[in-house]
């Protein structure tokens, strides 16, 4: 507090924190702790959450009002009292997780404790209205599968849709600004046709920035805290990134794009881009450039990526070379990020992961300072699926922290 004028003011950009607010943020942390590590007693959450255990049995009995607790006694096995463990109750409300892709589309029915009920694929259609009706079909046959008579807004309580391309959420309030690959998709305010169609909440996500959110779930379930670390999905067409600062998703200062790394200018004279510009980044590193080293002639497809990954595998010369130039211009990009942001750690993503080992060997690179190199591991888990998990846990978050 300061005084001016002899009256008492408060310092600029200082809020005071209501009780309601201290209640609200204790709530989400009791949320986020069972979440973490299911099933736990109420004595263990008080002391992950430096909480009072009274105010925890206040949580947690409101919660279980709710319908978003279940208990279960632990196993005997000392004496004294056996503690009653919690956990998120999987029959309480349910999410959709959406991943639109170019080619297909794939819509998860997941429970709130994450385990995956039912799964629905479908061709992704032309036209957003179309995706629209798809969805619908989808959810109608997912629910009647399971056998719920409820309609999907009293049965799902969010939606969160995976999409390729820069959002924008704040300005326009439309849906994208670029979708690459989904050009009739761009500007349209896919979010609300969809709210308006199946009655639940929906966010619209980009897919990297989900893959990010996967990454840092599983490192916390191995007990492996990471703070910063830049994912990089390097697709057929393009290069994803999802950004982590102290354990946070950074999205920009308007929650609009951050980390379109694949976007990052390296030959202004180089080949078109999509966005309009010359030289990107991804216009080198992606599979479809890797490809064109390797054979020219013969058009890209991703089973044939796939045999080029075999040749690889098997040192063969031809594939050893193609895959020397790409790894030269991703060291390149990788040097840039890592001297821009420094991150604990750059993950690699995408079909070129499978060959981690001998492109690992190629990073080494004189793009890279002398004695300052990034950190650089490769996941396994296939896009699509890292795609899923992170709408499925973003979809769950936006329900705990409500």
């Not at 980009?206 to 990010?212: E, H, I, V």
Request: glycine share 6%; net charge positive; proline share 4%.
């Amino acid at each position: 507090m300061t005084l001016k004028n002899g009256i008492e003011t408060k310092p600029v950009g200082v809020v005071s924190a209501k009780p309601q607010t201290v209640r609200q943020l204790n709530r989400a942390t009791v949320l986020e702790l069972i979440r973490q590590y299911q099933p736990v007693s109420r004595a263990s959450l008080a002391r992950y959450a430096g909480i009072h255990r009274s105010n925890i049995a206040i949580i947690v009995s409101d919660l279980q009002k709710e319908g978003l607790l279940r208990e279960e006694r632990c196993k005997q096995t000392m004496r004294g009292r056996t503690p009653t463990l919690i956990s998120l109750d999987r029959g309480s409300v349910s999410v959709l997780a959406v991943n639109l892709r170019r080619a297909r589309s794939t819509v998860a029915l997941v429970s709130l404790d994450g385990h995956v009920e039912s799964t629905y694929s479908f061709q992704t259609p032309e036209w957003p209205d179309a995706f629209v009706e798809e969805l619908v079909t989808a959810v109608a046959s997912m629910t009647s599968e399971l056998g719920v008579s409820k309609t999907p807004s009293s049965q799902i309580a969010q939606m969160v849709v995976s999409i390729p391309g820069i959002l924008d959420l704040k300005t326009t309030k439309r849906c994208t600004i670029w979708t690459p690959g989904l050009e009739n998709y761009s500007g349209t305010n896919l979010a609300k046709a969809l709210r308006e169609k199946l009655g639940v909440p929906c966010l619209l996500a980009n897919n990297a920035s989900l893959g990010a959110i996967a990454v840092l779930r599983a490192a916390e379930a191995k007990k492996k805290q990471v703070e910063d670390f830049v994912l990089l999905m390097i697709g057929d067409i393009g290069v994803g990134s999802g950004v982590v600062i102290q354990r946070k998703l950074y999205s920009g200062y308007n929650e609009t794009y951050a980390g379109e790394v694949g976007h990052m200018v390296i030959d202004p004279k180089g080949p078109q881009c999509g966005c309009g510009r010359r030289g990107c980044w991804q216009l080198y590193i992606c599979d479809r450039a890797t490809w064109a080293r390797y054979n020219r002639k013969v058009e890209y497809t991703a089973a044939r990526f796939e045999e080029f990954l075999s040749a690889v595998e098997a040192n063969s010369p031809k594939a050893l070379s193609a895959l020397r130039e790409t790894a030269a211009y991703l060291s390149l990009g990788i040097s840039n990020i890592a001297l821009t942001l420094n991150p604990e750690k750059i993950v690699l993503g995408g079909a070129l992961a499978r060959v981690w080992p001998f492109l690992q060997k190629e990073l080494k690179s004189a793009f890279f300072l002398p004695h300052h190199h990034a950190m650089i591991e490769a996941i396994d888990v296939p896009v699509d699926a890292l795609f899923m998990k992170g709408a499925v846990q973003r979809a769950i978050d936006l329900i705990l922290t409500k």
